[in-house]
């Protein structure tokens, strides 16, 4: 378990090339990151993260909350590690389990249902919760910073691990995208809607979107160099726009989904039904598709329904939305973090031109 | 039980007034209609009704899907009434447990949890069906209309069945307009973040749905008039301007809803958590909000939660988008019965002046 | 020509009604304003006014412009008047051509054409300029406010003023837009393009805007109430929503109008060619319409152009989009201004019900 | 000048490559082509296309309005060429003097002014024109096809002239979103406004239009292959993304710019006033910027003018949004063009997966 300030996951690979900048706080968490990684590759460990401090008061920043009680600190600095309870700048690992961790659980979005039923939440629920730090020990060779709050601040920068995670990232977000599509297509196909210019404009709305994403990724890679750690890093611009762009179209496959389906999405035995032979008859009369049997349909309209109406659907978009944090924060960001000079010189020169 | 083509509920009222636009096809059916409204009064009923004909290839029309096989019509004639299993023009009513209809339910919406955990879903979930009648009969004393299909196409704009359902339909949209626009407030003040800009855009945009609503109903009823039948009839235009508004604008609902709770809709554990004295602690520690304890804020998260996360949110914004059909048709609806020319004339006028 | 704080055009009607409100300040000032009126009536004056300060840097605030240099201010403080150059707070009146005053007026956006080719330009370009006061004598008869910046803060919220010239606004952009509704209609018809469903879609939009701006109006002045001057009042916050719909919606409307005409905004001749004998058959033959004669055509599309592509409509988008203030500022004070209790309280009575 | 079906310009560069696809309808279209690309490299000649026939009821195709009378069609075939005056399939190339073509223009929208005034009208105003053929004659030896409609249907896709087409485009409109970053920056700076949030969003959503822009470009380029011709071919999927994705945002250029400039483009004299000695201190002390000086920032705000209210602006959006035709049919043909078989093929994997 890692602090509020960057996340083991995130440090694990990082860890491996980076520890001299580890080492530049103390040599000693150069090792330790170094033994971490190879610990974790040895036997094959998960590791998880804890992201943000917990929500109280948006109109102070995350270490203000409740006058500083909130987020995790150190309340005790012992020969053999520290103790945690609160906000300062380190980064740690330490095992789910260890005393004093507890996890407050949100409640499940898998409703208990069938792989037919809930086809993705049965499959990719992963849980969301608050840890909390109550006295927790963390022995000095699972401690990767501490102090240093201006090495933490430009860990994500300085060692180019958020381009490498965003790409991560972006390959996640082409996959979705490609989901939706192939999903989009075959309901369009399976109730016969695909000639109809609105669902095409939709259909190529997504196509669009996968094409981007493709795009984006390629020419981030194609224009990859060598960082300063000796690791090669795609291109930083190109990545960057694609997490600013993402969150927000991401936002309206659910929609698409929904506006293809419509009432077939209402209109939607589950897996009983299907199993039970005094009510298939209905089923293949009367929820049967333009190329799909009855139960065939149910089970994509299922699909749909985990896609774009479920509690699961409406998490992963949310998810996506606030992925690198809130979208109107992460716009001033991209502006501040941009080379805008080029275009504004010419401008410039055009301005100057005389004819 | 009414029809495909028009409902029972929708009946009632109109059945009171207007027997004599029944008794146009037969005088029985005017008879009819009256004594079922009498009968409904005085014995407190609740009439459902049937929608459209089921989805299936939605490339041709209901009434030719797979052959004509798919919509109910009547098999049979008898002297005391019809059987059904298929499509023709005709309004009747009948009861939910008559031998040979079955339902086809979907899956709930509510998952079995407290009103502390679905304070939505656990009181308002209504279900959806597939209602299929299997060689059903209809006595003659509950038939209100057979045959004559012009009559029955006209239904809605010749009686002011239509002015008078969206009059109730604006009346629910105005209702759920300011539930939004409470709980989106609630929100922004109890984890301090009123003070953003674009937080006051999403809530400005809600006051203004709000008011928009609220202005069509009123203008609506300042100048309903008599109709031909002796009933006062809001002014159809704007009230159907108002049933091609909404469903768009709704959908920003919940949307607006997880923007301004965030993270703070996936780190929400629920009651069991809050009345486990364990937990507790927790919860008032690392749950509260700027201005509420923590159970206080986890109570509220839940409320937004099912406004805009769970199933029951997602199908009731299908709901209120598909609620009159499909709004790429309605929008060719609304212009051809629109009066136009006035504006027209106003621009050949324009053209036309000599200066 | 009043001061920068509020518009001598806008004290004229309040200034009948509200002598007390700016004899507050002063019992001179009221019998001034009164005098203005009655001296406005009878000569038939039309007065304009001065809105903001210029535009410098718009990280600070009006007044801070130039450390106060900016905006106009009083120099001189005389026995009979005062001279003017800087900011206090204010209200007077003064002949456009009184000593010291200078315009600075933007390019005009007549471009000389004639009605034919210009038919909006030709007719309703008003100028823009920029007012410099260059030690302006204001005799003491036109001084209607001095000092008091407490009163001159309330002025529009106090006397209804905001609420009145509202009122005219919205009867202006009602009138538009049933102006680009009737344009539309007839280019649709005229290219024979009123079939698509998309082009049906953007008229049922137009269509939709017309009825709820006709509907706000509606409402608001048949909830108008006695304000505490004596003056029926149009109810202030249905209006408030009328003023922080429009300037958002109008946007699109030259957008739609260009979507309808196409290419046919850009294989436009003008006046020139449609007077010309040798040019008049081949305008007759490739530029007629549907249902137009090819000179028809191209002036119904000559007022699609200035309706849509040309300076002057540009200007009209951006004055009704900038009309009362910045959309993004103007939200903080819809907000600030509603009384959002009464659906807050319905919310936590919800929160609060035993079931 | 080409026909209807295709471009001359386009013609060129495929003319080198292509012969054999000429020739496969006749061997002299396969040396005419080759001859006249020599001709117009060596006498370094500009040509032009027309593009569309004229739009009279677009309710039917081209080639039927009119009952056919409308389009280019021939109208006798001679020995040594073919006279034309209407629609065939044939591909040419003629002189601009030819006897018998006419050009109907439409107004300039340089309106006079001076590069100042006006500077980018002034420079790259382009004109549009309806040509007409009044039986113009076209030599033998510059008639590239004649007859073979399903070769000239095939043109654009079989030859690869789309894609490298496209390429060509693409490279545009990457220079035109530089050009608005740049200038957006360049005003933010000017007037202190991008320290706001609202501002940011803006710039930051014309960085990510750029860099898709680009990594469009990039991943096409980078996947080139030879095509059948023995061309190198930008990948065709990508660039077919991007033509669908450009014109929709581009829309919101001009949009950013006048929400940046606000009344700046209002208050906004011209050269005349900059140049005059009597009004430069005005200019200096009430129209400067927060960086620039008082002239300076008036150059800048013109080009802002010409770049989001001129005539000249808004005849460019709308080139850009139907460059390639009507959106709305350009989503059925990509929605066509677009292999989605891979992506339906992993929904249908998951749907058939057993647990």
Chains 1, 2, 3, 4 share one sequence.
């Not at 602090?3 to 690979?13: G, N, P, R, T």
């Not at 795609?234 to 993402?246: C, D, E, F, Q, S």
């Not at 929609?255 to 299907?274: K, W, Y």
Request: aromatic residues 10%; negative net charge.
């Amino acid at each position: 378990m890692s602090s509020s300030l960057f996340a083991a996951a995130e440090l694990i690979v990082p860890g491996l090339q980076y520890p001299t900048w580890f080492a530049e706080a103390d040599p000693k968490f150069g090792e330790n990151i170094r033994n971490y990684y190879e610990f974790a590759r040895e036997n094959d460990l998960l590791a998880t993260h804890t992201l943000i401090p917990p929500q109280v008061n948006r109109s102070v920043s995350g270490s203000e909350q409740l006058g500083g009680q909130l987020s995790a600190r150190i309340v005790e600095e012992r020969e053999d590690g520290i103790v945690i309870r609160g906000a300062y700048s380190y980064a740690f690992a330490i095992q789910n389990d260890a005393p004093g961790i507890r996890y407050l659980c949100r409640t499940s979005l898998h409703n208990g249902g069938s792989v037919f039923d809930e086809p993705l939440a049965s499959r990719y629920e992963e849980m969301d919760a608050v840890v909390i730090f109550d006295d927790v020990f963390v022995p000095n060779e699972r401690i990767f910073m501490l102090g240093h709050p201006e090495l933490c601040n430009g860990f994500y920068s300085e060692t180019g691990a958020a381009a490498l995670m965003t790409q991560q990232v972006v390959t996640r977000t082409i996959a979705k995208s490609q989901f939706f599509l192939g999903l989009a297509s075959e309901i369009a196909d399976s109730i016969g809607i695909d000639g109809f210019l609105h669902i095409q404009a939709d259909i190529a709305e997504l196509i669009v979107d996968v094409e981007i994403g493709r795009a984006l990724m390629r020419a981030a890679e194609v224009d990859a160099e060598l960082n300063s750690w000796g690791m090669m890093q795609p291109r930083w611009a190109t990545l960057n726009a694609a997490r600013n762009w993402y969150p927000k179209i991401a936002q309206r496959f659910p929609q698409i989904i929904r506006t293809f389906c419509a009432s077939g999405l209402m209109a939607l035995p589950g897996e009983a039904d299907v199993l039970n032979p005094d009510v298939v008859p209905d089923i293949e009369m009367y929820l049967q598709g333009k190329t799909l049997t009855g139960p065939e349909r149910v089970k994509l309209f299922k699909l749909a329904y985990d896609a774009s109406i479920s509690g699961f659907s409406s998490r992963q978009a949310l998810y996506e939305y606030y992925f690198f944090g809130d979208p109107v924060r992460m716009a001033g960001a991209l502006v501040n973090g941009y080379d805008r000079e080029p275009v504004r010189a010419r401008i410039r020169e055009l301005l100057a031109r005389e004819e």
